[in-house]
């Protein structure tokens, strides 16, 4: 891990976390219709390589258990990394797991949440955090 100790690496770091080396902490501001919080963690969700070369990580759909709601908020992303699940798949997913991304009054604020989900991981929020090489004297 000799690269962190390299002041450019170190200050490139610093400079794409806005001055932190770990991620910023979430806002504290309620999401427009939001029911329930996600139980997911953002952090290790798994990332799937796509055919085209990009990745998935929170790619997501919404579905109601009921007419009367909530409308739920599940990533198509397999918990193990495996792919991308069908809508079908990814509800059965959710039905064995129990988790989610978040509970909505209505479907139109699940996909805003949705959206603005996709562009924090996009800006690198939710990146894993690099752990500081520790340093020691006397050579070892």
């Known amino acids: 891990m000799g690269f962190l100790n390299d002041p450019s690496v170190m200050q490139a770091l610093l400079q ?8 910023p902490p979430a806002p504290k501001r309620k999401r ?7 139980n ?11 055919p085209d070369g990009s990745v998935s990580t929170v790619n997501s759909m919404s ?3 009921s007419q009367e709601g909530p409308h739920i908020l599940i990533p198509t992303v397999a ?14 997913q959710y039905r064995q797991s129990g988790k989610h991304l978040g509970m909505f009054d209505t479907p139109e604020n699940a996909t805003a949440y949705s959206r603005q989900l996709h562009h924090e991981y996009a800006a690198g929020k939710y990146d894993p ?10 050579g070892r």
């Open 16 to 23: 794409q976390r806005g001055g932190r080396l770990s991620p």
């Open 129 to 138: 955090v690099i752990p500081l090489a520790s340093h020691r004297r006397g």
């Open 79 to 92: 918990h193990d990394g495996s792919g991308l699940l069908s809508d079908e798949d990814a509800i059965q």
């Open 32 to 38: 427009t219709g939001l029911l329930a919080a996600g």
């Open 63 to 65: 579905f109601a258990d």
């Open 40 to 50: 997911i963690d953002l952090i290790n969700q798994p990332r799937v390589k796509n």
